[in-house]
């Protein structure tokens, strides 16, 4: 089963919308070389914050380089001040949208059953859902990772999992890695991964192979190979280092 890679810039509460399009400039250059068959080997996302997406959009238009949205509300319209709902993100031809990151699980409350709300919102939707799955340090140092991710993972299959099939996308991201400059071992990550997979195909059966499971954590230009070359890493979610376009262009070239 050959599964597409996919890397994927979450910039997080980071760059204006100028900024944005000084950042696609350079990107885009840095990624000219690599372009002429580039969507058949690898797929590349940016997902800035939410006022920067328009201005994105245009500056990546044309390059094959898609669109994402870092969160989308579960309903489609309605009283949810400062809330934005998945026809938006459309009307801005968002390819994906991260749904359940760490950071708003834990800074804003967002617990399983909203988050699995959230995916469900994007059935039948052109927007595709991330889901971002992780352990604290505490639940891995009692070696609960596969308990919490396969329950993070397990709700929203059950809410969405046979509607989606394959346009659903995991990000496994520990959250001790994220930001600390702390990366998963490609071993350690590929054990989750495969433990991920093995959910997916017992609850999808043939489907679940063609999901693919990105990492996310500390990942840079000097660790992404190690961590893609293993059998179930199928991209990266990169935060830190896509800040830099020559950084995350380098972290999608040298692995295309
Ligand atoms: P860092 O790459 O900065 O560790 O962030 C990872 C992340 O949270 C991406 O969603």
């Not at 059966?205 to 990105?214: K, N």
């Not at 280092?241 to 070239?253: N, V, W, Y």
Request: aromatic share 6%.
């Amino acid at each position: 089963m050959s599964r597409l890679p996919l890397a994927v810039a979450n910039w997080k509460m980071h760059r204006t919308p100028d900024e944005a399009a000084v950042y696609a400039e350079r990107f885009r250059e840095r990624m000219a070389p690599h372009a002429a068959d580039l969507d058949r080997r690898f797929e590349v996302a940016i997902a800035p914050p939410f006022p920067a997406l328009d201005r994105l959009g245009r500056a990546l238009s044309g390059s094959g380089l898609a669109l994402a949205a870092q969160n989308v509300h579960p309903e489609l319209e309605g009283a949810f001040t400062g809330e934005v709902s998945r026809g938006m993100l459309e009307a801005l031809g968002c390819r994906y949208v991260l749904v359940g990151h760490s950071e708003r699980r834990q800074l804003f409350g967002e617990d399983d059953a909203f988050v699995a709300a959230k995916v469900k919102g994007l059935v039948g939707s052109s927007v595709r859902p991330i889901l971002c799955v992780g352990e604290t340090l505490a639940e891995r140092e009692r070696d609960a990772t596969l308990e919490v991710v396969g329950r993070q993972l397990g709700c929203v299959l059950d809410a969405a999992g046979d509607a989606l099939g394959s346009r659903l996308v995991v990000a496994y991201e520990p959250i001790w890695a994220i930001g600390t400059g702390r990366t998963a071992t490609p071993e350690l990550a590929q054990d989750v991964h495969a433990g991920l997979r093995e959910r997916l195909v017992d609850r999808l059966g043939g489907i679940g192979r063609e999901i693919r499971i990105l990492y996310g954590g500390s990942v840079k230009p000097a660790n992404a190979g190690e961590l893609l070359a293993r059998p179930d890493i199928d991209g990266v979610l990169v935060g830190g280092a896509s800040l830099d376009p020559d950084a995350f262009a380098a972290i999608c070239t040298e692995n295309a």
